[in-house]
């Protein structure tokens, strides 16, 4: 059997022992069916320690701003679960209208729409669909309401930096390697060339550091 990786923390406020035994059992149930065949495009890292929190990863949807992007996520159970809906939280930085500065997730599904029959596969991808559709009018972040409203541009803008400095651990991907120099009278020139694209590109990384801290202090 293939072992599941994990990256879950150990929970201070575990409710496993608040929860009545055979509501352990059904979410047991269903995190083992979840682990097994977990939605597309997420990922699911149960805790053996405690089954009432359960962490995930979640890609970001092509044709958005978070495309390309993995964003963790945790789900926390509370003590009257199923009645009262999980509470949801990305662990990844990211700039979205229903989510708060510390991670907290703003959907219908884990509030007044709730039904203790949906489940948590149902509740995983209500959150991935809200990376798509996010909803303006319960804007947990305002800045980034106003700007889906307003300045799609901007937003857009704003999200896909976060994304690429957060969910894809930067921009920048590795360099190119840098190629032979030629055989010959050539040799010298190939490095001289080289040597003033390195002193090129780093001037430009350069300016690319400064835009990026520029924006972040932005945000």
Not at 23 to 49: H, M, N, Q, T, W
Not at 82 to 108: D, S
Not at 143 to 158: C, H, I, P, Q, V
């Amino acid at each position: 059997m293939q072992s599941i990786a994990c990256f879950c923390f150990p929970s201070q406020n575990s409710n496993v022992e608040n929860l009545p035994p055979q509501v352990l059992r059904l979410v047991y149930k269903e995190v083992s069916a979840l682990a097994a065949d977990p939605p597309e495009g997420i990922k699911i890292y149960p805790s053996e320690e405690d089954i009432t929190e359960l962490h995930t990863s979640i890609e970001g949807p092509e044709g958005t701003p978070f495309a390309g992007g993995i964003f963790r996520m945790r789900l926390v159970l509370g003590k009257d679960f199923p009645a009262v809906p999980p509470k949801g939280y990305f662990l990844t930085k990211i700039f979205h209208p229903n989510v708060g500065h510390k991670g907290e997730i703003c959907v219908n599904v884990l509030k007044r729409d709730w039904k203790a029959e949906l489940g948590l596969r149902h509740v995983l991808l209500t959150i991935k669909c809200l990376l798509i559709h996010p909803n303006p009018e319960s804007a947990l972040n305002e800045e980034a309401g106003r700007l889906l409203l307003e300045d799609y541009a901007e937003y857009e803008s704003r999200a896909r930096l976060l994304t690429e400095i957060h969910a894809m651990g930067g921009p920048a991907g590795p360099s190119a390697a840098a190629a032979p120099a030629p055989l010959g009278n050539g040799a010298s020139t190939a490095n001289s060339s080289s040597n003033t694209n390195s002193s090129s590109n780093t001037s430009v990384a350069g300016k690319k550091k400064a835009d990026k801290k520029r924006a972040l202090r932005r945000l």
